[in-house]
């Protein structure tokens, strides 16, 4: 087994962080499309 720098590995980790927090920041952007979409249109079936 070869030993990594814990400097390396450090940042391994904090890129994987910053992966999981983009891909969740994405969810949420497409959650509030999607209910801004289904607002307008609950809206515009009300009319």
Do not use: C, G, H
């Not at 999607?34 to 079936?45: A, E, K, P, Q, S």
């Amino acid at each position: 087994m070869i030993m990594r720098n814990p400097i390396d590995t450090s940042i391994f980790l904090k890129s994987e962080e910053i992966v999981a927090d983009v891909e969740s920041a994405r969810r949420q952007l497409i959650f509030y499309l999607l209910d801004l979409i289904t607002l307008r249109f609950w809206l515009f079936l009300k009319l």
